[in-house]
């Protein structure tokens, strides 16, 4: 038995359904994704709240909602291939699984990336690929992809990623001029070299520190 099942069951209604979030897909894998083994140990039994929560090196697990709001923006099929920028502790990754084929899922920081990959194979999420690296750049050695996401907050959209997207693929990003409050953009490419976006509204993020987005200081 999952002692924590109730407390997902309640969490898609409250938190997801009732702000609003419909696509049935989404909100069966945020049911079944065991979001307490993405925490670290001393603050799973906050596992299921409404907020983010750290963990570690001035990184955070997202909000479940924006997780949710992120994954539906994408649309993704059960064939995509969806790249996953910004690990953190996996979670998000885990939800990404089990909504298409494939998720490559890069983070920067060494630790946490071995640790999401001890998440997920502890929770049983098997078409995920954690690489160590600057998310920044994509990963052009599985682009292009049907979906990219990333989780956290960049100055400008990086050029790199619009490129590693397919024509028709999808990438959800927060922008902001600001380190601590953007917008939640999704830009579709429409055909080469041509794109067209939306504003998904307020959103805050940490940095996204990279080549092509903040410097490191």
């Known amino acids: 038995m999952d002692p924590f099942a109730a407390e997902r069951h309640q969490m898609v209604l409250v938190q997801l359904e009732r702000r609003g979030l419909k696509d049935a897909r989404v909100l069966e894998a945020m049911r079944f994704v065991p979001r307490h083994l993405f925490v670290p140990d001393e603050q799973r039994c906050d596992a299921y709240w409404d ?4 963990i570690g090196h001035g990184q955070t697990i997202s909000q ?7 994954a539906e923006a994408l649309q993704l099929r ?3 291939v969806c790249l996953d920028v910004g690990t953190g502790s996996g979670y998000a990754a885990a939800v990404l699984s089990k909504l298409c084929a494939h998720v490559v899922s890069i983070e920067r920081f060494s630790l946490l990336a071995e640790t999401a990959r001890n998440n997920l194979v502890t929770a049983g999420f098997e078409n995920v690929d954690v690489i160590c690296g600057d998310g920044s750049l994509g990963y ?8 990219i996401t990333v989780a956290a907050g960049a100055p400008f959209v ?3 990623l619009k490129e590693q997207l397919k024509p028709g693929g ?7 001029s600001s380190r601590s409050l953007q917008d939640l953009i999704v830009v579709r490419r429409v055909s080469d070299g041509t794109y067209e976006s939306k504003n998904f509204g307020k959103v805050a993020f940490v940095p996204f520190v ?5 410097p490191e200081h």
Do not use: F, N, T
């Open 51 to 54: 907020g983010p929560m750290s």
């Open 78 to 80: 059960d064939c995509s």
């Open 158 to 160: 990086p050029q790199e």
């Open 170 to 176: 999808r990438l959800v990003i927060p922008v902001g």
């Open 210 to 214: 990279g080549a092509q987005a903040w």
């Open 140 to 147: 052009r050695a599985k682009a292009p992809y049907d979906a």
């Open 64 to 70: 479940p909602y924006i997780v949710a709001l992120m």
